[in-house]
C-alpha cells in the first residue's frame, strides 16, 4: 500500500485522526444520558461493568474473610493437643465449608471480578459484551455464596471435605442435607462462574479496540481468555460429577456404589479432571496481573513477550494432563503413574519462563518499591518455594509417604496464598486509583505486607515438618508426645499474624476507597488502556491500537480518547452500544446495542438461586415456584434483549468509517456466545462419555451390560436416530423459508421440528424401558438412564427454543435480516442432533462392540 493509500485507511498509523475537528456539544451528553447510573434503590438494577467489577471483588474479598474466620477457628482447635474446643462434627463443617468457599468461592470469583472490572477498559471497549449476563452472575454468586455460609450456623453445612469424596459422601454414611447444600449450593455457582467465562471469551475476541491484534493484546488479557477457556472445559466435569451424585443420593442410582456395578474413583477422576486445571485457572490470571505491574514499576515493557503468552497457553493445555497427580495412592497403574509424574514435572517448565521474565523486565529498569511491588517480590517468593514442594509431591515414593499429611496442607497453601493471594494483594493496590482516583496509603500498605508475609511463612512453613513428622490433615486433634506442639503453636500464632495482615488491607480500603467514575488519571504512569480517563461509558472513544503500551508511544492519546477524536464519541442509536471488531485483526465490524440496568437478570437470579437452594431441602414446590420465577424473568431478559427496533442503516462513528448497527450469523455476538456454550456443553457430555468408558473398564468386558440384560433391538434406536435427523433436515428447511422471508411457515416447521426430535427421544426411552432396564439395580442401567436424562434435558431446552421462536416470529420480530436468535438456536439445535446420534451409539452400540451384550 502507498503512502498516499494508507491515510486514506482510518485504521493506518498515518492516517489523520477519525474525529479532527470538536465534537458537537451535546454528544457528549447524549452519551452521559445513555449511559447514566441509577440512583438510590435502583443501583441494584445497574449492570455496568465498573460498578458490577467493584461490588463483585467486594463480595468476593467478604467470602475470604468469612473462610478465613473459618480457618482461624481450625487453627484455635489445633493450638494444644487434646483440646476440646471444637468437636469432630464442627471441626469437619469448618474444613469442609473453608475448602469449599476459598477454592469455588472465592478463589475463581476473585479473578472473574477483576476480569468484570479491567477488562472492557484493557480492551478499549465501552463494556462487556453481555452486562445483564455479567450482572446475572455476580447476583447468583453473592446469594449463594452467603447461603452457603451461613449454613454453618445451622449444623448442615457440607461436612464431606472440600473434594465430597464418595462413598463418605453417599446417604448410607451421609444421611442429611449437609452434602446436598455442596452438590445443589456449589452446582449452580459453578454455573455462574461459566456465564462470566462466556462473556469474557466474546469480550476478548470481538470487542477490542481497532488494530488491537491478537499479538498486541496486554498479557492480562491472554490471561484472562486461557482463564475463561480453562473454565469452558474444566467445570463441566465437576457439574457432571456433582449431577451424578445427587442422583445416586435422590434416586438410588448407584454410578459410586462398588456393590452394583459403580466405582468411587469415578468421582476422583471427574473432580480432580476440574480439580487440577482449578489450580492453574485461579493462578494464570494472577500471573497475567504480575506482568503487567512489574513492568509499570520498572518502567520497561516486559521482556520476552511472546515466550510468557506461550507459557500461559502451554500452562493451561498441560494443566488438563495432571489430574492423576492427586490419585497416587489410589492403586493405579505404575505406567499411569509414570507418564502423570512426568506431566507434573513439564508444567513447571512453562512456569519457570513466566518467572524468569518477571526477573529480567526487572534487571532492565529502575524498580520503584511501591506496595504493589512489594506483594509482587512476596508472591515470588512464597510461590517458587511451593513449586519446589509440588516437585517433590511429583515424585511418586515420596508422595506416598506424605499424601493427607500436613506436608500437603502447605505445600497447597504456599501455591494457592503465594501465587494468587498476593498477586491479587498487588492487584487491589495497584488498580484502586484506577476506580477511585487516589492511591491508597504506602504506610499501612506496607504494614500489610509484612504482617501477611509473616504470617503465611510462620503458619505454613511449620506445617511441612509437622507433616513429616506424621500428622495427617482433617484431623480436629493430636495426642501430646509426637512432636507436634511446637509447629502447631507457630502455625496457630503465624494464622493469626497474617489476619491482622488482612484486617490492615480491609482498613486501608474502608479509609482510602471511593468509588468514583472520574478516575485518578494515570497515577503509575502505565502504558495500557484500562488508564485512559473513564466515565460510566468506559472511554469517551475508542482509539486505535498500534503497539501493547499505546499510552507510553503517544503521551497525548488520553486527551485526544477524551476529547472524542477517535472512534464512537457518542451514541449513534441513542442506546448502549459498543465497536465489534474481526476476532483476529481487530478489524471494525458493526455497532452492537448491548444491555442497559433493568430488572429481569436479578429476578432470574435470585429465581435461580432459590429453585437450587430449595431442592436442597427437598421443598419441591418452593422450589418450583422460585423455578417459574426465574424462568419468565429470563425470557422477559432474552425477549427485551439487545434488539435496535427497525434496521437503521449504516453510520458514521469516525474517520468516514460506515458501519451496520446490527448483525446476525457467524457476526453476531450471540452466534459466539451460543458456540461458546456449545463447547461447555461438549465438555459435559464427554465426561458422560467418559462415565460409561470408566465402569465398563471397571466392570469389565463381560459386565458390561452385566449378565441377564436384555438390549433392544437395533431397529429402535436405528427409529430414534431417523427421527432425530428428520427434525434436522425440518430446522434446515425453515432456515430456507425464513430467508424467503415466510415467517409463519418459518415457525410451523420449528415447531414440527421439535415435535419429531423429541419423538425420536420418546422412542428410545420406550425401547429402553421395555427391555427391562432400570436405573437402580446396576450401574449399567444407572448410566443409560443418565444418557436419556441429559438427552432429554436437551430435549427441553428445544422446546422452549422452538417456542420461543415461534414467537418471536408471529410477534414480527423475525425476518430474513432480523434473524440472530434464529441463527442461534439452529446452531444449538445442530450440536443436539450430533450429541443424540452419540448417545444413541454409547447406548446401543457400545455394549455390543466392546461389552458383553
Known amino acids: 500500500m502507498s503512502p498516499q493509500e494508507d491515510r486514506h485507511d482510518p485504521l493506518s498509523p498515518s492516517a489523520p485522526l477519525p474525529n479532527p475537528a470538536p465534537r458537537p456539544p451535546g454528544e457528549l451528553e447524549e452519551l452521559e444520558r445513555v449511559w447514566v447510573r441509577p440512583k438510590g434503590w435502583r443501583m441494584l438494577s445497574m449492570v455496568n461493568n465498573n460498578w458490577i467489577g467493584t461490588i463483585y471483588i467486594g463480595m468476593s474479598l467478604l467470602i475470604f474473610v468469612l473462610a478465613g474466620s473459618l480457618a482461624l477457628l481450625m487453627r484455635a482447635q489445633l493450638i494444644v493437643p487434646n483440646n476440646d474446643l471444637i468437636g469432630y462434627d464442627l471441626y469437619n463443617q469448618l474444613f469442609t465449608t473453608h475448602g469449599t468457599m476459598m477454592m469455588f468461592l472465592f478463589a475463581v470469583p476473585v479473578v472473574e471480578a477483576f476480569a468484570v472490572y479491567l477488562l472492557p477498559a484493557l480492551l478499549g471497549a465501552r463494556d462487556l459484551p453481555f452486562p445483564r449476563l455479567g450482572a446475572f452472575a455476580f447476583w447468583a454468586y453473592a446469594v449463594g455464596s452467603l447461603a452457603f455460609f ?12 472440600w473434594f465430597i469424596y464418595p462413598p463418605l459422601t453417599s446417604t448410607r454414611y451421609s444421611p442429611g442435607v449437609n452434602i446436598d447444600m455442596w452438590l445443589l449450593g456449589i452446582g449452580f455457582i459453578e454455573i455462574s462462574a461459566i456465564a462470566g467465562a462466556i462473556e469474557i471469551i466474546v469480550g476478548v475476541f470481538r470487542t477490542r479496540a481497532p488494530g488491537m491484534t491478537l499479538a498486541r493484546m496486554p498479557v492480562l488479557v491472554w490471561a484472562f481468555l486461557v482463564f475463561a477457556v480453562m473454565i469452558v472445559f474444566a467445570f463441566p466435569a465437576v457439574i457432571w460429577a ?21 466405582d468411587p474413583l469415578l468421582w476422583q477422576h471427574l473432580f480432580w479432571f476440574f480439580g487440577h486445571p482449578e489450580v492453574y485457572i485461579i493462578f494464570l490470571p494472577a500471573a497475567g496481573m504480575v506482568s503487567m505491574i512489574i513492568p509499570t514499576m520498572v518502567g520497561k515493557p516486559l521482556v520476552g513477550y511472546g515466550l510468557v503468552v506461550v507459557a500461559l497457553v502451554a ?38 519462563i513466566q518467572v524468569f521474565a518477571w526477573i529480567a523486565t526487572i534487571a532492565t529498569g529502575k524498580m520503584r518499591l511501591e506496595v504493589p511491588m512489594l506483594f509482587i517480590l512476596g508472591f515470588l517468593f512464597i510461590f517458587v518455594l511451593g513449586g519446589l514442594t509440588g516437585v517433590m509431591v511429583a515424585i511418586v515414593p515420596f508422595d506416598w509417604q506424605v499424601h ?24 487491589i493496590y495497584y488498580w484502586a486509583p484506577n476506580a477511585s482516583g487516589k492511591k491508597m496509603s504506602h504506610r499501612l500498605g506496607c504494614w500489610a505486607f509484612w504482617l501477611l508475609f509473616i504470617g503465611i511463612n510462620l503458619t505454613f512453613f511449620p506445617m511441612h515438618i509437622s507433616g513429616l513428622i506424621g500428622m495427617p490433615r482433617r484431623v480436629y486433634t493430636y495426642p501430646e508426645g509426637m512432636g507436634l506442639e511446637l509447629w502447631n503453636l507457630l502455625s496457630t500464632i503465624g494464622a493469626v499474624v497474617a489476619a491482622a495482615g488482612v484486617a490492615v ?22 502504558g ?15 482509539p486505535r491500537i498500534h503497539s501493547r503500551e499505546p499510552l507510553w508511544d503517544d503521551p497525548d492519546l488520553a486527551d485526544k480518547v477524551k476529547e472524542g477524536r477517535y472512534f464512537l464519541p457518542g451514541s449513534l442509536t441513542g442506546r448502549r452500544e459498543t465497536l465489534v471488531t474481526s476476532p483476529t485483526h481487530a478489524i471494525p465490524q458493526f455497532v452492537a446495542v448491548i444491555g442497559s440496568p433493568g430488572w429481569a ?18 421443598l419441591v414446590w418452593v422450589a418450583g415456584a422460585f423455578g417459574v420465577v426465574g424462568f419468565i424473568a429470563m425470557l422477559r431478559w432474552v425477549w427485551t434483549g439487545t434488539d435496535v427496533g427497525p434496521l437503521r442503516p449504516p453510520a458514521d462513528i469516525g474517520g468516514g468509517l460506515r458501519l451496520p448497527v446490527y448483525a446476525s450469523g457467524r457476526d453476531s455476538l450471540g452466534w459466539w456466545a451460543m458456540l461458546t456454550l456449545v463447547l461447555v456443553d461438549s465438555a459435559a457430555f464427554a465426561s458422560l462419555i467418559f462415565t460409561h468408558a470408566f465402569l465398563w473398564l471397571v466392570n469389565g ?61 420418546v422412542v428410545d426411552f420406550g425401547a429402553i424401558w421395555a427391555a427391562g432396564i432400570r436405573p437402580t439395580w446396576h450401574a449399567f442401567g444407572a448410566s443409560v438412564f443418565a444418557n436419556l436424562f441429559w438427552q432429554g434435558f436437551h430435549g427441553a431446552v428445544l422446546l422452549i427454543m422452538a417456542i420461543y421462536l415461534a414467537a418471536r416470529s408471529f410477534a414480527g420480530r423475525l425476518d430474513p435480516v432480523w434473524r440472530a436468535s434464529f441463527d442461534n438456536v439452529r446452531l444449538f439445535w445442530s450440536y443436539c442432533v450430533v450429541q443424540a446420534l452419540v448417545g444413541l451409539a454409547l447406548t446401543h452400540l457400545f455394549p455390543r462392540l466392546a461389552g458383553g451384550a
Open 242 to 262: 456433582t449431577i451424578l451424585l445427587e442422583l445416586e443420593r435422590a434416586f438410588d442410582w448407584p454410578f459410586y456404589i462398588v456393590d452394583r456395578g459403580g
Open 601 to 618: 437478570h436479578l429476578i432470574a437470579a435470585l429465581g435461580t438461586a432459590g429453585f437450587f437452594l430449595s431442592l436442597t431441602f427437598k
Open 404 to 427: 493427607d499429611t500436613y506436608f500437603i496442607v502447605a505445600h497447597l497453601h504456599y501455591v494457592l496464598i503465594g501465587g494468587m493471594v498476593f498477586p491479587v494483594f498487588a492487584g
Open 528 to 542: 495500557t488502556l484500562e488508564w485512559l480517563p473513564q466515565g460510566n461509558y468506559a472511554a469517551r472513544s475508542i
Open 701 to 761: 468386558p463381560a459386565g458390561w451390560p452385566p449378565p441377564g440384560t436384555s438390549l433392544p433391538g437395533l431397529a429402535w434406536p436405528l427409529g430414534a436416530g431417523l427421527l432425530v435427523l428428520a427434525g434436522a433436515g425440518l430446522i434446515w428447511l425453515s432456515d430456507r423459508v425464513l430467508r424467503q422471508g415466510r415467517r409463519r411457515a418459518m415457525a410451523l416447521l420449528v415447531l414440527a421440528a421439535l415435535v419429531v426430535h423429541l419423538g425420536g427421544l
Open 505 to 526: 488491607v480491609l482498613f486501608d480500603l474502608a479509609r482510602n476507597f471511593r468509588m468514583g467514575m472520574s478516575g485518578g488519571g494515570n497515577i503509575w504512569g502505565a
Open 315 to 352: 500452562t493451561g493445555f498441560l494443566s488438563f494432563g495432571l489430574w492423576v497427580h492427586h490419585m497416587y495412592a489410589t492403586g493405579i497403574p505404575n505406567l499411569s503413574l509414570a507418564f502423570f509424574s512426568g506431566a507434573s514435572f513439564a508444567v513447571s517448565v512453562p512456569t519457570g
Open 150 to 161: 451461613s449454613s454453618i450456623f445451622f449444623g448442615i453445612a457440607p461436612d464431606g471435605g
